[in-house]
């Protein structure tokens, strides 16, 4: 296996690519405000090539684009937004017709039920539970071991729609549905996740883009720029397409702890997942 290649900027392999699946939060953005260096990286790559935003958030693109616009990241640095809400809402939509649901997860994501014919009800009158997040970003996991114990309980399948573990916003570490979805498969809870780093997430993105823009595109002119192993660079290799990690984003804190230079760091994880580039953060 190849080592990693570290970037002192993305002009040095950009003009490889014709297509650029970029993840957001740890890339472009801390949930707080955007990073001034990312966003003249997307500008120079949007003269030329496609930019297609791929995030974990667990609700409709429209709902993450109000957002973006309160942090003043508009449409002139992509070319289309796709969420694993985006996904979630097609299968929900598209498999699950006449059923009611048990929403584990804060009000701020009931934008992805909308329109889904789907109604929503209490647990005991489930038949499935679709989980987006912890209901307060201070929540701790210890919080959510009794509901889940009552689906377990039930053995209902739940529908997990954002796979990240945790996010950073700003300096501070929250939870996101994927603990809570791995949690309940350590009880032995049935789980279906939508978004990275699951190959049909890419499928699904690569059928849109094809549609959008009526033509094949060849999987070596893409390239994934994100900053987490488990899903942005993972997904990458999943769908078997070239990734540039951005190792300062939600991994910062590991290398720094071990108190190890970026590149042995790298070269570790590179042992568990094929990187093929790096950068600190994402630099033009």
Known sequence: MNNPVFLSGLNKIYSKFDLFFVDLWGVVHNGIQCYPDALKALKNIRSSKKIILISNAPRPSNSVQKFLNKINFNKKFYNLLITSGDLTRFYLKNFSKNKSFYHLGPDKDKS??????????????????????????????????????????????????????????GDRTEYCAGSIAKLYEKMGGSVKYFGKPYKYFYEYIYELIKKKYKKNINKSKILVIGDNLNTDIL??????????????????????????????????????????????????
């Open 112 to 169: 992805l039920f909308v329109n889904l014919g789907l109604k929503k009800t209490s647990l005991n009158n489930a038949d499935f539970v679709v989980c987006t997040g912890v209901n307060n970003n201070k929540d701790n996991l210890n919080k959510y071991f009794s509901i889940l114990k009552k689906i377990k309980k039930r053995n209902l399948k739940m529908i997990c729609a954002n796979p990240d573990l945790i996010v950073h916003r």
């Open 235 to 284: 997904g990458a290799n999943n769908f078997k397409v070239k990734n540039l990690f951005i190792a300062g984003g939600i991994h910062r804190s590991e290398w720094n702890k071990k108190k190890i230079n970026l590149a042995k760091f790298i070269i570790e994880k590179n042992k568990d997942f094929k990187i093929n580039y790096f950068q600190n953060e994402l630099i033009w």
